[in-house]
């Protein structure tokens, strides 16, 4: 049996904490779980797992190169799930600097790394390490005013601070596995929702305000189209590329559900008048449906139309294919947030206060 020790960066964080639940309780595998623990990295999303003998926690920033070699040293790592970044567009626009350096220089200092520590290991470790990059599909632009969907050699056309950085990071890893050999990875994932997710996110944003009584901030008119796919079927996506792929292989992780942003926040209404219907929430005794606190801001910056991606060629080639229909994906995460106070009320207790961000003020 193989010994798989996998270091994941940003294992705190939405999608690096599915992924290290899902090595957790689904293999033998060991996990190292590097995190900087900024606002969106919390621990109490990989508490499920924290007592586990294969799971190890450092608090360690990507970009310091010093720790991060001492981590190599010190683990010996046989893989490697770069997770860590900053991902929220609104912060990007707010704040572009912190996302060209976690992004772009953490990303740099891990392939150096990693190139440094591969100089020093057996040819065994050698010959089975990968090096897999966690992308998004907003390094490929807006598929405005066409039916097309991404595919994996769509050209890069990145639209905010956040996507470029992005698309920066991936181009790195291509040119590390090119020029310096490394066996690299790269993946681009579309719109993640599910349990544990931070509230500035469109799906959390809506549970958590609606449940509040305060009001839906929809960009524009709503009409802007994503691909959702549920956090825990991307987890299964990632760690089957992980170990299934040949090196150098890149695919697009995507949900098969395009739905319109209004479309996704009307879904999000109806799930809760369902279970926690108006009538029965304290705070929601001044509107007569969840749908009435719905309000229509002013859009965001270069806002992208629509995003869709094309999974064909990971599910004809390696055989994934997401378990989770929106409609259910949807209704499990709902109910988390609805059996989840406890988790939610602590991320609310810290900076952020459900805020409106972005405005590139």
């Known amino acids: 049996m193989i010994n798989r020790k996998i270091l994941v960066t940003g294992g705190a964080g939405f999608i690096g904490s599915a992924v290290v639940r899902h090595i957790i309780n ?146 790195l890893v291509r ?54 796919l549920y956090v825990e079927d991307h987890a299964q996506a990632l760690y089957t590329v992980l170990i299934q792929a040949a090196v150098g292989k890149t695919y697009n992780i995507g949900g098969h559900n395009e739905k319109k942003n209004i479309d996704v926040v009307k879904a999000v209404c109806s799930l809760l008048e369902q279970l926690k219907p108006v009538a029965n929430n304290p705070h929601t005794q001044h509107i007569a449906a969840y749908t009435d606190l719905i309000t229509y801001v002013q859009d965001r910056p270069g806002h992208d139309a629509r995003y869709a991606i094309d999974a064909s060629k990971i599910q004809k080639e390696l055989g994934w294919q997401p378990e989770e229909t929106f409609e259910t994906g949807l209704r499990k995460t709902v109910q988390w947030y609805l059996d989840n106070e406890d988790w939610w009320q602590r991320v609310k207790a810290g900076t952020y206060h459900q805020q409106r961000l972005g405005l590139g003020e």
């Open 175 to 228: 040119a590390w596995g090119r020029t310096f050999g490394l066996p690299v990875l790269i993946t681009n994932c579309s719109n993640n929702y599910g349990p544990y997710h931070f509230p500035e996110k469109l799906i959390p944003l809506v549970i958590l305000n609606a449940l509040s009584g305060k009001s839906l901030p929809i960009y524009g008119k709503g009409e802007q189209i994503r691909d959702w």
């Open 26 to 171: 689904n293999t033998n595998d060991t996990v190292i779980n590097i995190d900087k623990l900024t606002y969106a990295g919390n621990l109490d999303s990989v508490a499920a797992v924290q007592n586990n003998p294969r799971y190890h926690f450092e608090q360690v920033d990507i970009c310091d190169a010093e720790k991060i070699n001492a981590i190599f040293k010190q683990y010996q790592p046989t893989h490697i799930m770069h997770l860590a970044a900053e991902s929220h567009v609104d912060r990007s626009i707010d704040g572009p600097g912190v996302f060209i350096q976690t992004n772009i220089m953490g990303t740099y200092t891990l392939l150096e790394a990693t190139r440094s520590y591969l100089s020093s290991v057996t040819d065994g470790i050698k010959s089975n390490f990968r090096f897999h990059h966690i992308s998004t599909d907003e390094v490929y632009g807006d598929l405005h005013g066409t039916t097309d969907l991404f595919v994996e050699d769509t050209p890069y056309s990145p639209s905010s601070p956040y996507s470029a950085s992005k698309a920066s990071s991936d181009h």
